[in-house]
């Protein structure tokens, strides 16, 4: 069984950065894609960032590139978004998500979720 404990969420003025993790618990962390996911008042959820559970490949939104960056410590069972030139349109409650694939390919399912951490970027 894994665990997901997102945060580092809060309010930032537009252009401001954030830094968000995510952490695991359980021994299988180091075998799972895990990505970031959000969520903003009456939309649907959005992909925002994910990588793999080596850390070679990655994947961003376009919404986000040059933004926002995924990076992953498997020996501490984290993953962190550093977001960057933050938006009031980035504003949403960020979730982590793991999910299982092949080094190079985007996870077919997302097995575990977090609660969220709330983000608010202000105009």
């Known amino acids: 069984q894994v665990q997901l404990t997102e945060s580092g969420g809060g309010l930032v003025q537009a252009g401001g950065s954030l830094r968000l993790s995510c952490a695991a618990s359980?021994?299988?962390?180091?075998?799972?894609?895990m990505g970031w996911f959000r969520q903003a008042p009456g939309k649907e959820r959005e992909f925002v960032a994910a990588?793999?559970?080596?850390?070679?490949?990655?994947f961003y939104a376009d919404s986000v590139k040059g933004r926002f960056t995924i990076s992953r410590d498997n020996a501490k069972n984290t993953v962190v978004l550093q977001m960057n030139s933050l938006k009031p349109e980035d504003t949403a409650v960020y979730y982590c998500g793991a999910g299982p694939a092949p080094e190079q390919d985007y996870p077919l399912r997302w097995d575990y979720w977090g609660q969220g951490t709330q983000v608010t970027v202000s105009s």
């Open positions: 359980g021994r299988t962390f180091s075998s799972y894609t």
């Open positions: 990588i793999s559970w080596r850390g070679s490949t990655t």
